[in-house]
Nanobody, 124 residues
C-alpha cells in the first residue's frame, strides 16, 4: 500500500481528531478527501512539496479542519476540531505525482493514488 491512513475513531460531538496519512512513495501532492453517507466524495485540502496549500472547505468545515505536511516523513495530517455528527464518514488520503492543482479538490477522481480510508464516527 502506497498510502496508509490512521487516526479515525468514534468520538462525541465537540471532540477532536488528528488523522494521519503516510506515503511509501514520494508524491508531490497529497490530499484529504472524505466521503460522508449519501454524498459524493468531497475534496478537503491538499498540500504539495512547494508548500502550496489548497483547500476547498465547505462552510460547515471551515475553521475546524487544518492540513499539515511533514516532508521528511512523507506524511500529511488532518486536524479536525469541534467534530459534528455530519462529519461522520470515511476520510481518504489521495495523492498525485505532479504539483497540486486547486481544481483537483473539486474533482477528487483526478488523484490517481488512494489509501483505503479511515472511519470517523461522531455521535451526538
Amino acid at each position: 500500500d502506497q498510502l496508509v491512513e490512521s487516526g479515525g475513531a468514534a468520538v462525541q460531538r465537540g471532540g477532536s481528531l488528528r488523522l494521519s496519512c503516510t506515503a511509501s512513495d514520494a508524491f508531490r501532492c497529497m490530499a484529504w478527501v472524505r466521503e460522508v453517507p449519501g454524498k459524493e466524495r468531497e475534496g478537503l485540502a491538499s498540500v504539495d512539496k512547494t508548500s502550496a496549500v489548497y483547500s476547498d472547505f465547505a462552510r460547515s468545515t471551515k475553521g475546524r479542519f487544518t492540513i499539515f505536511r511533514d516532508y521528511g516523513e512523507n506524511r500529511i495530517d488532518l486536524q479536525i476540531n469541534a467534530l459534528r455528527p455530519e462529519d461522520t464518514g470515511i476520510y481518504y488520503c489521495a495523492a498525485h505525482k505532479w504539483y497540486c492543482q486547486s481544481y483537483w479538490l473539486k474533482s477528487p477522481s483526478s488523484y490517481p493514488y488512494w489509501g483505503k480510508g479511515t472511519q470517523v464516527t461522531v455521535s451526538s
